[in-house]
């Protein structure tokens, strides 16, 4: 069942649940952000609609910067304008910015420790029909490998817009991963978010059974994670869904409380399974408590052309290929 | 600000670049490692800046009013130490002792955290003009009054002249905007093979950016050669001026030419201006200038020794 302390949507079952692009979340918040606070300019590299921005510049014109489509250019001048006492948020797709710009944001954004916040838009095989040169499945890695930097991978656009207006109080770089397509509303108005706060989103409620089964989940992905969840819970399996919303810094002490209690991890996350979530997880249970861990991610190989679903289901990260990692897992 | 600049200050302004070369020739020789052309080459217009034009206060490195200088090209940070360090940011002795070595200020290439006087860190290069670009965007954005910061309720300036706080001031059919701050990026002329940088130089002169000033180290060499040879900048003017900057070339040994083009560069005000300084790598010490051999390696002590023995008759010589 839900876990009613996070106050989830009551819709989150139906089938007409409402879908919206965990983008859209993040244009929302970056209003919010900017109407709070002054000192939030943006930035976009020729994707302003696209990335949502377009919120914030038509409200904002004069904090707003069209950088052109020059992904190099995008953080290095938002770290200038952050040297100068202002909050840059820039945003383009995953791909391009931090694919193209790494090294920018290592050492003018982290290297000089200024609170830029990047937002990559696209990320995901779940990008679709433009194929796998905009599907950027090796960003967690990227941008959790460096110091100082934060890593959000909000789970729906509600969350996606209280993990913006989140970065945009924090004095830290921040990565804010985030999805093109349409995904179905998990949270609500109420439901708390944190930075570094990973929430139990589901518990399978069996008669004298424990969780046997941890699901971290992250992203756009963790809707499935409910959904097989559920349906393990009708075939007589206790398991537990984590929402894993901060990558870095990494919960764990909510991480350890569920391998504690279920004795099994399984990862959930639309990224390459080397360097990704999981791999966060897996360097802390290694280290304070080794537990059996099943990943769901891709697996070493390139995004195609396709539906969304269609592409999501070829890579092995769908509902039944969840419930075939938690059956690997039980065998363990 | 700066002041005129005289025949006595001239003077001085050498006998301390000359001061500052000695510096970094001793720290390089204490380092054993490290870049020694670049910053003996830029010695004479880092001392103008920080001992004549910038608006700055050593005693109070984080005074939010301060000009701001930008290293792109990180690894002649000898010279920034040695100036910095002689304008009263640090110690002088403890830089020469502890360049390059472990728990210093004074890291290979400059890192803000070691070094908080640091308006930046940098070492990878092409990076630097588009920092100095964000940093002139940021003090534009404060200049367009959403701060407020000097501004009275009725939108007047310091001279009582009318400010549309969304356009700024209009002059002769351009943009003005009451700026306070100028922003300075030194860059070097090798990095230009970056694309970064002129990603950086497009989006500057698409914004008008006349509170931003590029001075760019020409001296025509980098780690493989003479640059040239390796990757042709030339017409380097003719590219700047293609990206809408203001241009100028000048003899970056000649303080009066220093001034004087940092003085027209802030006279223009709807354009970001570029100052190409001709400068001989390894100036001061007639063995090494030229040579790109001495890009990216210290003297030893044999050559140390002679040349501090070089600067040190010069210096006599400028007293």
Same mark, same amino acid.
């Given at each position: 069942?839900?876990?009613?302390?996070?106050?989830?949507?009551?819709?989150?079952?139906?089938?007409?649940?409402?879908?919206?692009?965990?983008?859209?979340?993040?244009?929302?918040?970056?209003?919010?952000?900017?109407?709070?606070?002054?000192?939030?300019?943006?930035?976009?590299?020729?994707?302003?609609?696209?990335?949502?921005?377009?919120?914030?510049?038509?409200?904002?014109?004069?904090?707003?910067?069209?950088?052109?489509?020059?992904?190099?250019?995008?953080?290095?001048?938002?770290?200038?304008?952050?040297?100068?006492?202002?909050?840059?948020?820039?945003?383009?797709?995953?791909?391009?910015?931090?694919?193209?710009?790494?090294?920018?944001?290592?050492?003018?954004?982290?290297?000089?420790?200024?609170?830029?916040?990047?937002?990559?838009?696209?990320?995901?095989?779940?990008?679709?029909?433009?194929?796998?040169?905009?599907?950027?499945?090796?960003?967690?890695?990227?941008?959790?490998?460096?110091?100082?930097?934060?890593?959000?991978?909000?789970?729906?656009?509600?969350?996606?817009?209280?993990?913006?207006?989140?970065?945009?109080?924090?004095?830290?770089?921040?990565?804010?991963?985030?999805?093109?397509?349409?995904?179905?509303?998990?949270?609500?108005?109420?439901?708390?978010?944190?930075?570094?706060?990973?929430?139990?989103?589901?518990?399978?409620?069996?008669?004298?059974?424990?969780?046997?089964?941890?699901?971290?989940?992250?992203?756009?992905?963790?809707?499935?994670?409910?959904?097989?969840?559920?349906?393990?819970?009708?075939?007589?399996?206790?398991?537990?869904?984590?929402?894993?919303?901060?990558?870095?810094?990494?919960?764990?002490?909510?991480?350890?409380?569920?391998?504690?209690?279920?004795?099994?991890?399984?990862?959930?996350?639309?990224?390459?399974?080397?360097?990704?979530?999981?791999?966060?997880?897996?360097?802390?249970?290694?280290?304070?408590?080794?537990?059996?861990?099943?990943?769901?991610?891709?697996?070493?190989?390139?995004?195609?052309?396709?539906?969304?679903?269609?592409?999501?289901?070829?890579?092995?990260?769908?509902?039944?290929?969840?419930?075939?990692?938690?059956?690997?897992?039980?065998?363990? | 600000?700066?002041?005129?600049?005289?025949?006595?200050?001239?003077?001085?302004?050498?006998?301390?670049?000359?001061?500052?070369?000695?510096?970094?020739?001793?720290?390089?020789?204490?380092?054993?490692?490290?870049?020694?052309?670049?910053?003996? =080459?830029?010695?004479?217009?880092?001392?103008?800046?920080?001992?004549?034009?910038?608006?700055?206060?050593?005693?109070?490195?984080?005074?939010?009013?301060?000009?701001?200088?930008?290293?792109?090209?990180?690894?002649?940070?000898?010279?920034?130490?040695?100036?910095?360090?002689?304008? =009263?940011?640090?110690?002088?002795?403890?830089?020469?002792?502890?360049?390059?070595?472990?728990?210093?200020?004074?890291?290979?290439?400059?890192?803000?955290?070691?070094?908080?006087?640091?308006?930046?860190?940098?070492?990878?290069?092409?990076?630097?003009?588009?920092?100095?670009?964000?940093?002139?965007?940021?003090?534009?954005?404060?200049?367009?009054?959403?701060?407020?910061?000097?501004?009275?309720?009725?939108?007047?300036?310091?001279?009582?002249?009318?400010?549309?706080?969304?356009?700024?001031?209009?002059?002769?059919?351009?943009?003005?905007?009451?700026?306070?701050?100028?922003?300075?990026?030194?860059?070097?002329?090798?990095?230009?093979?970056?694309?970064?940088?002129?990603?950086?130089?497009?989006?500057?002169?698409?914004?008008?950016?006349?509170?931003?000033?590029?001075?760019?180290?020409?001296?025509?060499?980098?780690?493989?050669?003479?640059?040239?040879?390796?990757?042709?900048?030339?017409?380097?003017?003719?590219?700047?001026?293609?990206?809408?900057?203001?241009?100028?070339?000048?003899?970056?040994?000649?303080?009066?030419?220093?001034?004087?083009?940092?003085?027209?560069?802030?006279?223009?005000?709807?354009?970001?201006?570029?100052?190409?300084?001709?400068?001989?790598?390894?100036?001061?010490?007639?063995?090494?200038?030229?040579?790109?051999?001495?890009?990216?390696?210290?003297?030893?002590?044999?050559?140390?020794?002679?040349?501090?023995?070089?600067?040190?008759?010069?210096?006599?010589?400028?007293?």
């Amino acid at each position: 069942m839900n876990n009613h302390t996070v106050r989830l949507n009551p819709k989150i079952w139906d089938k007409d649940v409402e879908q919206v692009p965990i983008r859209k979340g993040f244009g929302e918040g970056l209003l919010a952000a900017g109407e709070a606070d002054e000192r939030v300019v943006g930035l976009c590299a020729d994707l302003t609609e696209s990335t949502q921005m377009h919120l914030f510049a038509k409200k904002f014109p004069n904090r707003f910067i069209e950088i052109g489509v020059a992904e190099q250019n995008l953080v290095t001048v938002a770290s200038g304008m952050a040297a100068m006492g202002k909050i840059p948020f820039c945003s383009s797709y995953a791909m391009f910015s931090p694919g193209r710009n790494w090294e920018q944001i290592r050492t003018t954004i982290c290297y000089n420790d200024r609170p830029v916040k990047i937002a990559g838009s696209h990320a995901g095989v779940s990008v679709g029909p433009d194929g796998g040169t905009h599907q950027a499945i090796e960003d967690i890695a990227l941008m959790r490998v460096l110091p100082n930097m934060q890593v959000l991978s909000p789970c729906d656009a509600l969350e996606a817009k209280k993990a913006t207006m989140a970065a945009a109080k924090t004095k830290t770089p921040t990565y804010i991963r985030l999805a093109r397509e349409k995904t179905p509303i998990i949270t609500t108005e109420e439901t708390p978010f944190e930075i570094g706060k990973a929430q139990v989103f589901y518990k399978s409620n069996i008669k004298n059974q424990k969780a046997k089964i941890g699901i971290i989940g992250t992203g756009s992905l963790l809707h499935k994670a409910l959904v097989a969840a559920k349906e393990l819970e009708g075939e007589g399996i206790a398991v537990t869904v984590l929402n894993l919303s901060t990558i870095k810094p990494l919960d764990e002490k909510a991480i350890l409380e569920l391998a504690k209690e279920c004795g099994r991890i399984v990862t959930l996350e639309e990224h390459q399974i080397a360097g990704g979530m999981g791999s966060a997880v897996a360097e802390t249970l290694a280290r304070r408590l080794p537990t059996p861990m099943e990943f769901i991610g891709v697996r070493d190989r390139f995004g195609q052309s396709g539906k969304p679903n269609e592409i999501v289901e070829h890579y092995g990260m769908g509902v039944t290929h969840i419930k075939e990692a938690v059956h690997r897992a039980l065998k363990r | 600000m700066a002041g005129n600049l005289d025949d006595k200050k001239i003077r001085e302004l050498e006998l301390q670049a000359n001061e500052i070369r000695i510096t970094i020739i001793e720290a390089l020789i204490e380092a054993g490692s490290g870049h020694t052309a670049g910053p003996l =080459g830029m010695a004479d217009i880092f001392t103008y800046l920080f001992f004549h034009e910038l608006r700055h206060d050593p005693k109070n490195p984080e005074w939010s009013e301060r000009d701001r200088l930008v290293l792109s090209n990180g690894h002649i940070c000898p010279v920034l130490y040695a100036t910095m360090a002689h304008a =009263g940011y640090a110690s002088v002795d403890e830089y020469k002792k502890t360049l390059r070595k472990f728990g210093t200020k004074f890291q290979g290439h400059p890192h803000r955290e070691y070094f908080p006087a640091l308006e930046t860190s940098s070492g990878p290069l092409g990076s630097g003009l588009s920092q100095a670009t964000g940093m002139a965007l940021a003090e534009r954005i404060d200049a367009q009054g959403l701060d407020a910061q000097g501004l009275d309720a009725q939108g007047l300036d310091a001279q009582g002249q009318s400010l549309d706080r969304e356009k700024g001031l209009s002059l002769g059919g351009s943009t003005f905007y009451p700026y306070k701050k100028w922003i300075y990026c030194l860059m070097s002329d090798g990095e230009l093979d970056a694309g970064n940088s002129w990603e950086g130089a497009m989006l500057a002169g698409k914004e008008k950016l006349g509170n931003l000033i590029a001075i760019i180290d020409r001296n025509n060499i980098q780690i493989d050669g003479f640059t040239e040879n390796i990757m042709p900048l030339e017409p380097l003017l003719d590219k700047w001026r293609a990206w809408n900057w203001h241009t100028q070339e000048i003899d970056g040994h000649n303080f009066q030419e220093i001034h004087d083009a940092i003085g027209r560069a802030k006279a223009v005000f709807d354009q970001p201006s570029v100052i190409i300084a001709r400068t001989i790598p390894g100036k001061g010490v007639p063995a090494f200038e030229r040579k790109y051999e001495w890009h990216g390696k210290p003297p030893n002590k044999e050559e140390g020794a002679m040349a501090l023995k070089v600067l040190r008759e010069l210096g006599e010589k400028l007293k």
